[in-house]
């Protein structure tokens, strides 16, 4: 092999196992790096598997073997950390259309909100200043809004009725809550302002849509799982 950095040459090796193609003269045996290819294939699917463990459990081992390997030729990683290594999974699968499996992709959706909210830290409790109305909420990047055609989050049988979920990580573990329409609308609203709300402007919104005592409750469930952060 030609003398090269190590980001080159660790570039160049991530590139080949992704391909499955090995670069001619660059590494010194082909049967070396087949057992590097292999362990690789074989932690790639295994990742997967974990994160979407009743995905896989619903198409069963060959199928989902086929998905993974067409996942991947699809979306090659561009990660380092093999974390991320489903996050367009979902996407993938509903492109596949499995007609015998309609909510495959609904439930692939929820498993990888429940695996991203594992590695969000603890919540916070909402600390509100003395003058609150002039301080900036936001959506905590680490909860996750869902609408699911199916009740992929109540388990078998999986029915077709429209759900709005939230995934979050409490105190008390990964939690899924089903929300109202009109409160999921709140919340993916205040989710798409990536700068955060005012508080006065995010409650003027809200009270457009419910009445008072009822958005004080959907407040207070809210904080209890920090899906409401202070902007900095």
Partial sequence: ???????????????????????????????????YKNSYDFLYERILKIDFEKTAEAVGEKT?????????????????SLSLLGAEFASFIRKQRIVRKPYLADLARWEWANAMALLAPDPKPLIIADNPLKQRICF?????????DWTVHLGKPYRYKKSFLIIARTLDGIETKPLKKIEFECLYFLMQKKNGLKISDFLGFAAKKTTPNTLQQWVRSWTAIGLLLIKP
């Fill in 140 to 148: 905590s990047e680490h909860a996750h809004l869902i609408s699911s």
């Fill in 64 to 80: 989902f073997v086929k998905l993974a390997l067409g996942y991947r030729q699809k979306h090659q990683s561009r990660e380092w």
């Fill in 1 to 35: 092999m030609k003398n090269t950095s190590l980001k080159t040459t660790q570039k160049t090796f991530f590139n080949s196992l992704e391909n499955g193609q090995l670069q001619r003269g660059f590494f010194t045996k082909n049967s070396r790096f087949e057992i």
